[in-house]
């Protein structure tokens, strides 16, 4: 089972940025699909976005779209999400999430098998 391991959230303005990190413990990591999720006190899970496994296709919620971009650089088994023009309302513990069965983009929760611990991201006003 594939290890993830967020990092990069804190406080920020709104209107500001930030990049998270999600570094995989597999040497493997081309094989998944990769996906970013966010919860937001007393609300579900929620998609934000989906790469392939080579990244050349993306997804993304209609919430952050022109405003997040996910990435990867598989040589560092790692997946990105550039957060650009941020708004109080993207305030979440933001996820990280990897599944390896197929190669289609992935939308549920329940797609993914693997998951990070989460990092918090606060958007003030």
């Known amino acids: 089972q594939v290890r993830l391991v967020e990092s990069g959230g804190g406080l920020v303005q709104a209107g500001g940025s930030l990049r998270l990190s999600c570094a995989a413990s597999e040497r493997t990591f081309s094989d998944y699909v990769m996906g970013w999720f966010r919860q937001a006190p007393g609300k579900e899970r929620e998609f934000v976005a989906s790469?392939?496994?080579?990244?050349?296709?993306?997804v993304y919620a209609d919430s952050v779209k022109g405003r997040f971009t996910i990435s990867r650089d598989n040589a560092k088994n790692t997946v990105y999400l550039q957060m650009n023009s941020l708004k109080p309302e993207d305030t979440a513990v933001y996820y990280c999430?990897?599944?390896?069965?197929?190669?289609?983009?992935?939308?549920?929760?329940?797609?993914?098998?693997?998951w990070g611990q989460g990092t918090q991201v606060t958007v003030s006003s």
């Open positions: 790469l392939s496994r080579r990244g050349g296709s993306t």
């Open positions: 999430a990897a599944d390896r069965r197929g190669t289609a983009m992935k939308f549920a929760a329940v797609e993914y098998d693997a």
